[in-house]
């Protein structure tokens, strides 16, 4: 399993990033899909995740109502559009795949992590 994460840069607060994760070798509409965040000196936390049939979403407390995370199943590709970012928002973003078929669980367990893609939001 390959996860690709792509997206992150540097803004401004207020700004927007859209992240994306490529995914291989698994059959990508068949899992739920996440997204976590690790900033400095703190634990890597669950920011949000998309059950496989894309009809639920979870999301950390700190993120609900500025991220929308969403699923493209014919590009095997999860995304995280994030916007009104926010100082506290800077960490290395992982995408990341459910250990199990057909899941819908929050916290997600994980089965696989992409490499990171770093996002810093500047006062």
């Known amino acids: 399993v390959q996860l690709q994460a792509s997206g992150g840069g540097s803004v401004q607060a207020g700004g927007s990033l859209r992240l994306s994760c490529v995914t291989s070798?698994?059959?990508?509409?068949?899992?739920?899909m996440g997204w976590f965040r690790q900033a400095p000196q703190k634990e890597r936390e669950g920011v949000a995740a998309?059950?496989?049939?894309?009809?639920?979403?979870h999301y950390a407390d700190s993120v609900k109502g500025r991220f929308t995370i969403s699923r493209d199943d014919a590009k095997n590709t999860v995304y995280l559009q994030m916007n009104d970012l926010k100082p506290e928002d800077t960490a290395v973003y992982y995408c990341?795949?459910?250990?199990?078929?057909?899941?819908?669980?929050?916290?997600?367990?994980?089965?696989?992590w992409g490499r990171g893609t770093q996002v810093t939001v500047a006062s």
């Open positions: 070798g698994l059959t990508f509409s068949s899992y739920e």
């Open positions: 990341a795949v459910n250990d199990l078929k057909w899941g819908n669980r929050w916290p997600m367990p994980v089965g696989s």
């Open positions: 998309i059950s496989w049939t894309g009809g639920s979403t």
